[in-house]
């Protein structure tokens, strides 16, 4: 089952050559897909069902798209990070290069543990732009 979540973000790729090293914004979309059956309890409310979506986007919410949304991703070492931080509320400083790369294997730690009961992370999918994405899958990854 996939659910897809959407976040609007900026971010800056530190001592990159191209475009991309200054502050630019993206229109993320993430897609999470977990691995599991479906219940098979002929009375019980959730039955047929592998989790029901609201608990998955409850916890996609609360670790990725609520702190991540609108906010400026920052390597640590990054030119008046800790400033640009110090003045504004939403800045993420991170101790990795923010590309969809490793925001995706980043992503993926932060569900891998956090996963409703009875199901696992099969795969995450991140859009940076409606043409480009970073896919993780849990069995290549492990």
Known sequence: ??????????????????????????????????????????HHPKNGMVVDFTDLKGVVN???????????????????????????????????????ENLTIYFAKLLQGNMPAGVSLHSIKLYETPTSFVEWVASENN
């Open 62 to 100: 609360r670790l990725i798209v609520d702190p991540f949304d609108h906010a400026l991703l920052l390597r640590q070492d990054a030119k008046l990070a800790s400033e640009i931080s110090d003045a504004y509320e939403n800045v993420i400083i991170l101790d990795f290069q923010p590309t969809c």
């Open 1 to 42: 089952m996939t659910k897809e979540f959407r976040f609007e973000g900026a971010h800056a790729l530190t001592d990159y050559d191209g475009k991309c090293r200054h502050i630019h914004g993206h229109s993320y979309k993430l897609y999470v897909t977990l691995k599991g059956m479906p219940r098979d309890e002929l």
